[in-house]
């Protein structure tokens, strides 16, 4: 909203608060950006949309003692004045959207208002006709509950969303994040999957096809339905922890990983960390060194429909057909993709070879246990 628009909304909402909480709540200050965010924005590790708020108050005050006062923080030119605070406005928001606020008092003020917040506010928060009509007009929304919660209040909401959804596992990582940042949380789910999380960030070994089906002793079709379990939910959870700002490392799958002690676990986790310029996780089956020409280089992208790549098989031969390289590659977050067939097609024109990519649009497997294979049949070009 704009600083006007801001103003208009900050009055019914402070209205609101005295009603529900009581007329102490005037000797408190309230700051609140003017603008709608998704519960990822908000429940971040360290809070950092409270900080952000609290640091404007404190300026406010220009070193001065502490004055109740209402700051609502609009835009100027479709910016705020402080980058921190802007709304990220990203596809698939909601459906629950919030305009945070915090409430500013001196200590032996703060806690007893705490305590009133935590056991009242979302019990008899229902924000009242004035603050609904404001926000009808101001911002073009059309709320279908409107209430007053605490960031405690949210965590529990977002836990019973996920929950229902059955990522119970994504919630156990966020709410570490959020309020245990010095212990170590893991877990393990059904597929394979694996998460260890410490200081507001979390590691994950990647899992190859070949891997999985020799864990699971599978034959191509189990390992092909099963290892697409295991990407999945890797994806979703990967993107879930993402977009509450927790950072995500995939790692090598080393063994200690799945070791009994979490703390030493996590150190191996930290140990075989791939590196963030590098988006993808290589299993190098044949690798011939010091080469420096060859005849062709062939990549075939690993896919289903549901899934899109999952990992890409990268061929190198000489002239006589000798194979110099055979690896795949597994892209480990999004940008992956790209960066692999880019990788390889500057592997290609360093070693004067032709490139080719095959995308026959299946995952190409054979053997018990299975295991990933070149797309070979390729003349008709898949």
Known sequence: MSRDSAELLAAPIADDLRRIIGEEIAEAGLV????????????????????????????SLRGGPFQPQLLSLGSSGGRFPESALAPLRRPGSGPLLAIPFAL??????????RRKLESTLLEKGRAGLATDR?????MGVEPVHLSYATFHDLSALLKVQLEHAEFGGLWQLIEAALY???????????PGNRF??????????????????????ADVDTSLEGYGRWVRMQRQYMAGLQSHGIQVTATAPAKGTAAADPEVALSIAQAHAIEADRPWYRQSIIDQQGVTSAAVVTVTEQATPELGPVAYTALVQAADGQLLTLAHDYPVHPDGMQAILDHWAGHADSLGAAWQVERPGRVIAGGEPAQLQPWLDYQGRA
């Open 134 to 138: 404001a926000l009808r007009q101001l």
């Open 196 to 217: 260890m999380g410490s200081a507001g960030a979390v590691w994950t070994p990647w899992m190859t096809f070949d891997e999985w089906a020799s864990r699971n002793a």
């Open 180 to 190: 245990r940042p010095d212990s170590v949380e893991r877990i393990e789910l059904e």
């Open 32 to 59: 609140m950006p003017a603008a709608l965010y998704d519960l990822t924005e908000i429940l971040r590790p360290g809070l950092p949309m409270v900080e952000a708020l609290l640091d404007i108050y404190r300026g």
């Open 104 to 113: 500013v008092a001196p200590g032996e003020q703060l806690d007893p208002l």
